[in-house]
């Protein structure tokens, strides 16, 4: 499934309809009947006692939200619209279809000249409260009475169905600069935008539906921004049944450092995990004491110097640089030496502080690695601040790749991995994740497969789905607040499952 930002869908649009009479009110009609068709097999029970308010907007989304009352009311639903914009302030297809709309209803209020406590009775006692108000083209901050209406109905006990996204969600980022509606469902017409899935939207969205298509002219456009999943992300390579450890990889994880062991620990046994035949922690002397790991397959090596630190790595097949590593310079060294073998390197957490340092001294091999930053460790690789990142993450993705003609996997609810020309999308918020190692592991499994013999992309995209799975399977055991790193490890074997 291909993914559009709002500023792309609004061309296609555009190519679509190409100036003809009638055509954008054709496919608004049709965006109406799509969402319709998802609607109709969610409201049960019987239609006449079932309370729809529509809160329309003055632009298509608004429109949308009008034409799909009228559909709902000729299928015997009890319908009331809430416009939130005066008759003379409305889009023309937007006016089209509430005059369509009074014929069959006069259950029409306006924002404004509606009483709040009207208002407020209105929206308390609906059952199915549809969200019409902005599109993906939105772009600013939502405030004044609008505002405390859209509070309302996040308070209500209506069931909330946001068409195409949230109101109040940016179409591009999924930021929200002020109030949004929080919905139960959202229904997406004919393809996701990157608002659906970046930024605070996973807050808001509820559950996404996309709607079938409605005709929408593609051929001009160029996507480049794919959803990852189980299937897109490709199986896992057939394992020889005679094969030795020596045969799927030996993994080298540089990183540790005092109060700070664990971390590549837990990278190590994610790597095993993934499939590798060897796993070992490169810990500086210092450290070394100190690192006690609680898993005996996992080897420990120390290094005093970069020499001793080159000649552990001779026999690795793959590296993540990194994990717990500390700030202090005397890696930046230890990360050159890695950055010229002639094998994938993860770079993650204080290994990424030190790339810009590294790019200057060589040129970076081409598809040989990877860099998996969350949001902060992102804005410190371009010296910019996190809320620039938020604001467009795609661009920085992006611009990672070119810099450092790696794979770029940005950490998130919506993690999002970027290569040469292409971008994918992976959304499957899981708050549990947000713990400390979580990332840990990540890096871990991708240099797992590395190890194994998977290129960088395959083994993004692979190692996310499988990190994702498995932390979905922590949260079925535990919970969202009891779930860590350790319990993504314990499901890494359930998560590389759908992939076989």
Same mark, same amino acid.
């Given at each position: ?29 049709? !965006? @109406? ?21 529509? +809160? /329309? ?13 009228? =559909? ?15 008759? #003379? ?8 279809? =509430? ?20 208002? $407020?009775?209105?929206? %308390? ?6 969200? !019409? ?6 772009? %600013? ?13 996040? $308070? ?27 919905? $139960? ?48 992300? %490709? ?36 790597? =095993? ?8 922690? *490169?810990?500086? #002397?210092?450290?070394? !004491? ?7 397959? +996992?080897?420990?090596?120390?290094? !005093?110097?970069? +020499? ?17 590593? %500390? ?10 030496? @890695? *950055? ?34 969350? =949001? ?25 790749? $070119?810099?450092?003609? &790696? ?15 292409? *971008? ?32 960088? *992309? ?17 949260? &079925? ?6 779930? /860590? &790193? ?15």
């Amino acid at each position: 499934m291909y993914i559009y930002t709002a500023d792309e869908m609004k061309e296609i649009d555009e190519k679509t309809i190409g100036g003809e009479d009638g055509k954008s009110l054709e496919l608004m009609e049709k !965006a @109406a009947k799509s969402i319709y068709n998802v609607l109709s097999d969610r409201i049960t029970g019987k239609k006449k006692h079932k309370q729809v308010l529509a +809160v /329309c907007g003055k632009g298509n989304n608004g429109g949308d939200g009008l034409a799909l009352s009228r =559909l709902l009311g000729n299928d015997g639903f009890n319908i009331r619209v809430l416009m939130t914009a005066g008759e #003379k302030e409305l889009k023309r297809d937007t006016s089209v279809e =509430l005059k369509r709309l009074e014929i069959s209803t006069d259950n029409v209020y306006y924002l404004g000249s509606s009483s709040r406590e009207l208002l $407020d009775q209105i929206i %308390g006692d609906s059952d199915f409260i549809i969200d !019409a108000i902005f599109g993906t083209g939105f772009k %600013g901050k939502v405030d004044g009475e609008l505002s405390d209406i859209m509070l309302k109905i996040n $308070d209500s006990k209506a069931t909330v169905v946001s068409i195409d996204i949230p109101s109040g969600l940016v179409g591009n980022n999924g930021r929200v600069y002020g109030n949004a509606i929080k919905a $139960d469902f959202t229904v997406v017409v004919d393809s996701l935008k990157t608002g659906n899935l970046l930024g605070q939207a996973p807050d808001y969205n509820g559950e996404i539906i996309v709607g079938e298509g409605i005709g929408l002219d593609k051929s001009q456009a160029s996507p480049d921004k794919r959803l990852l999943s189980g299937k897109t992300a %490709g199986k896992m390579k057939t394992r020889r049944s005679s094969g030795h450890k020596y045969d799927f990889g030996s993994l080298a994880i540089a990183g540790g450092s005092i109060g700070m062991t664990g971390a590549p620990l837990l990278s190590a046994k994610s790597g =095993l995990g993934s499939g590798c035949g060897l796993s070992t922690v *490169l810990i500086d #002397k210092e450290a070394y !004491a100190y690192c006690n790991s609680p898993w005996p397959e +996992v080897m420990i090596k120390p290094y !005093a110097n970069e +020499v001793e630190f080159e000649k552990l790595l001779e026999r690795a097949t793959a590296a993540v640089f990194g994990p717990g590593m %500390g700030m202090d310079e005397k890696y930046d060294k230890m990360m050159i030496k @890695a *950055l010229k073998r002639d094998i994938p390197i993860v770079v993650d957490a204080d290994g990424i502080y030190r790339l810009n340092k590294a790019r200057d001294q060589l040129v970076l091999k081409d598809k040989n690695l990877i860099i998996t930053p969350h =949001l902060g460790e992102m804005a410190k690789l371009f010296r910019v601040k996190t809320e620039d990142v938020l604001d467009d993450p795609i661009y920085f993705v992006k611009s990672a790749v $070119d810099c450092y003609n &790696a794979v770029v996997v940005l950490k998130g609810p919506c993690t999002v991995i970027g290569a040469k020309n292409e *971008l994918w999308f992976y959304y499957k918020p899981n708050s549990g994740m947000a713990c400390g190692g979580s990332g840990d592991v990540l890096s871990g499994i991708i240099g797992g497969l590395c190890a194994q013999g998977y290129e960088t *992309l395959e083994a993004a995209k692979k190692g996310v789905v499988i990190h994702g799975t498995a932390g979905e399977f922590a949260r &079925a055991e535990k919970n969202e607040w009891g779930m /860590c &790193a350790g319990d993504i490890i314990n499901n890494i074997y359930k998560g590389i499952e759908p992939l076989v």
